[in-house]
């Protein structure tokens, strides 16, 4: 997928214009759940926000304690084998981390843990990687559809 080629010039042209500072200070953050802004240079911070199961809004540096929606768990909902219902979770998720001022959604969480001691990780979808790899697929595109990035972990 390429980008809109004037989106493109105008990513290259800060970047040319970034500072090494400035471009370190974008690999760390100003805090816990937000990206450095560089003002001069027109580039705001961008607020994250974990939840693969629904947008986490306690507790978070910065922002007030606001209720949120509790989605069913990855495994819960790669029992269903229907990606088409998954990409509307993402896609309610994604609305919910906009209206509560965020940016992108951490998850979903695509490792493939099963271990003796504690069987399958509620958080991840499968031991399968098919249908691991399908449900998170269509979270992502959910998520996305309400122009919120996804950020892939553990």
């Known amino acids: 997928m390429s980008l809109d080629p004037s989106l493109e010039q105008l990513v290259d042209s800060r970047l040319n214009k970034l500072s090494l500072k400035e471009k370190v200070s974008l690999l760390s953050g100003a805090d816990s759940w937000r990206t450095a802004a560089v003002e001069r240079l027109g580039i705001p911070a961008i607020t994250m926000t974990d939840g693969p199961h629904g947008v986490r809004s306690t507790n978070m540096e910065g922002r007030p304690d606001q209720p949120a929606t ?21 896609a309610a998720l994604g609305a919910e981390t906009r209206a509560l001022g965020c ?34 697929a269509a979270w992502v595109r959910g998520v996305q559809s309400q122009r919120v ?3 892939l972990k553990h």
């Open 70 to 90: 509790a989605m069913p768990t990855g495994i819960a909902l790669a029992s269903t084998w229907n990606p088409a219902l998954i990409e509307r979770v993402g």
């Open 103 to 136: 940016d992108v959604l951490l998850g979903p969480c695509v490792n493939i843990v099963r271990t003796p001691l504690a069987g399958r990780n509620f958080e991840t979808y499968s031991e399968d990687p098919f249908l691991a790899g399908e449900i998170a």
């Open 149 to 151: 990035g996804a950020s």
